[in-house]
């Protein structure tokens, strides 16, 4: 069973940064592609960002620039760096991988961003 927990939510100004942190359970990071989602309130839950196993990472086209995911094989956590913030990435951001034919999320780390 994989567990995967998301950390380092908070509130910040708009242009401020943050850092998210996805901490799995046992050794997936080498061997699947991860995810970062978000969930603004009431609307769809959008996907965000992922690191493949190479390395090759993709963002959605509202993050590109100012985010960055990353991973720590050996700590298998994956990061999420979130720079020039605005009000619209207000979210409780999600963590996902996929092993064969199961999906894993963490429970979520809510991001405030005040104008």
């Known amino acids: 069973q994989v567990q995967l927990v998301e950390s380092g939510g908070g509130l910040v100004q708009a242009g401020g940064s943050l850092r998210l942190s996805c901490a799995a359970s046992?050794?997936?990071?080498?061997?699947?592609?991860m995810r970062w989602y978000r969930q603004p309130l009431g609307q769809q839950r959008e996907w965000v960002a992922l690191?493949?196993?190479?390395?090759?990472?993709n963002y959605a086209a509202s993050v590109k620039g100012r985010f960055t995911i990353s991973r720590d094989n050996p700590n298998n956590t994956v990061y999420l760096r979130m720079a020039s913030l605005k009000p619209e990435d207000t979210a409780v951001y999600y963590c996902?991988?996929?092993?064969?034919?199961?999906?894993?999320w963490g429970q979520g780390t809510q991001v405030t961003v005040s104008s």
């Open positions: 690191i493949t196993t190479g390395g090759t990472t």
């Open positions: 046992g050794n997936i990071l080498s061997i699947t592609t």
């Open positions: 996902n991988a996929h092993l064969g034919p199961d999906t894993y």
